[in-house]
C-alpha cells in the first residue's frame, strides 16, 4: 500500500528554518520524482521544489530559491525540504507528492499519489 508522510511542520518565527520531512511507507522512491508543494489560505496550491529520484537533478520555484533546499536519502525512502530564512509568506499546508514524469508533478502538479499536508506557521 503506498504512503507518504509529510512532517516537520510547526510554529517558527521570521528568519528561522525548519525541515520538513516526505517519508514513503511500502514503497521506495525509486523511479520517482518527488514535490513540495503547498497551499496558503484562500490560495491555490503553489509547487514548491521538485527531485528526481534517478539523477538527483531539482527544481526550485522562485518562491524559494536561495533559502529551499530539497534533498533525498541515500535509501531513498525519504525527501527533505529544508527552508531557511522563512517569511511569514512561507505560511501554509505542505505536501509531497509523486509522480514518474516530472513534467506533470512538477510543471503541472499531477501526483499519482500524495501524503497529508504538514502545517507551517511563520510569524513575524
Known amino acids: 500500500d503506498v504512503q507518504l508522510q509529510a512532517s516537520g511542520g510547526g510554529l517558527v518565527q521570521a528568519g528561522g528554518s525548519l525541515r520538513l520531512s516526505c517519508a514513503a511507507s511500502?514503497?521506495?522512491?525509486?523511479?520517482?520524482?518527488i514535490g513540495w508543494f503547498r497551499q496558503a489560505p484562500g490560495k491555490e496550491r503553489e509547487g514548491v521544489s521538485c527531485?528526481?529520484?534517478?539523477?538527483?537533478?531539482?527544481y526550485y520555484a522562485n518562491s524559494g530559491k536561495g533559502r529551499f533546499t530539497v534533498s533525498i536519502n541515500d535509501a531513498k525512502n525519504t525527501v527533505y525540504l529544508q527552508m531557511n530564512s522563512l517569511k511569514s509568506g512561507d505560511t501554509a499546508v505542505y505536501s509531497c507528492?509523486?509522480?514518474?514524469?516530472?513534467?506533470?508533478?512538477?510543471?503541472?502538479?499531477?501526483?499519482?499519489?500524495w501524503g497529508q499536508g504538514t502545517l507551517v506557521t511563520v510569524s513575524s
Open positions: 507528492g509523486i509522480n514518474t514524469d516530472g513534467a506533470d508533478l512538477c510543471d503541472r502538479g499531477f501526483g499519482r499519489y
Open positions: 527531485i528526481d529520484s534517478r539523477d538527483g537533478s531539482t
Open positions: 511500502g514503497f521506495t522512491f525509486d523511479d520517482y520524482v
